[in-house]
């Protein structure tokens, strides 16, 4: 029998390449939610306050793959907090309520944005959010935190860098946070598919950059997770042939200069 998925954000630019592929790989039966439909790709219409059709949208689901996001930095107690927060947690509620076995939620570098680019930062470091995005991102991780220790759910927290949704990235800060879609697509197969005995886990989201920010070598033993695109290489290759890439180096790591 298929494990069967859930993906919020099924229309967005990375919910929808992962509801793609997903569907395109077969192993899984994958719906996709979004806060409009979309008939001609099978996406349902999903509004996060509506406590009601969550329930229903996660009857019978393995793995909600949480990627739905209200995109508002400003407005954090009139958008981002109602919208994204207490989405969260009712969406969170509506799986325990019907025995989803793993949320897997797309959070950012941003929630460690403010540590430094010659710092080398672990999931396991404290939490330093480098604006309401981020900061809203650290809440939602520690509601799967909350969960997960109370034995309700099993949480994973991949925390993405730079995903373009091409084949290359295009700066050289990207160049340390990049992930393909390929990558992407593998990755969460691996949260998927990791050991039941892995209840929590926060993770950094990129491909195997050489000049990555973050350490991911441990996710192969622990996930089985083997990224195949490596930034450093693809921008030399891109400086190589005359294309553009810009010079945005940064003091910290989600990309302020302050």
Not at 27 to 52: C, F, H, K, P, T
Not at 93 to 99: I, R
Not at 112 to 138: A, H, N, V
Not at 220 to 230: T, V
Request: aromatic fraction near 10%; proline fraction near 3%.
């Amino acid at each position: 029998m298929k494990r069967k998925l859930l993906i919020t954000g099924a229309a967005g630019r990375i919910g929808n390449v992962i509801y793609r592929g997903l569907q395109e790989n077969g192993r899984y039966d994958v719906a996709g939610a979004d806060i409009q439909a979309d008939e001609s790709q099978g996406i349902l219409q999903m509004d996060v306050a509506d406590e009601a059709h969550l329930a229903e949208l996660t009857q019978g689901v393995d793995t909600v793959l949480h990627f739905a996001w209200i995109k508002d930095n400003e407005d954090f107690l009139g958008k981002v907090l109602p919208g994204n927060v207490s989405g969260a947690y009712k969406l969170f509620e509506a799986a325990v309520q019907n025995g989803v076995r793993r949320m897997v939620f797309a959070s950012s570098n941003h929630a460690t944005g403010f540590y430094k680019t010659d710092e080398k930062t672990e999931p396991t470091d404290p939490y330093r959010p480098d604006s309401f995005y981020g900061l809203s991102k650290c809440y939602i991780e520690l509601l799967g935190r909350l969960y997960s220790d109370q034995g309700k759910i099993s949480s994973f927290n991949i925390r993405i860098g730079n995903f373009p949704g091409d084949d290359r990235p295009h700066s050289e800060r990207a160049g340390h946070i990049w992930i393909s879609e390929r990558d992407m697509l593998q990755l969460i197969v691996c949260c998927i598919e990791a050991d039941e005995g892995l209840k929590y886990l926060n993770l950094y989201g990129t491909s195997a950059n050489s000049d990555n920010y973050y350490n991911i070598g441990y996710l192969e033993d622990l996930i089985g997770y083997r990224p195949q695109d490596d930034a450093t290489k693809l921008l030399e290759q891109a400086k190589a042939a005359g294309r553009e890439v810009r010079q945005d180096e940064t003091v910290y790591q989600g990309g302020q200069e302050l």
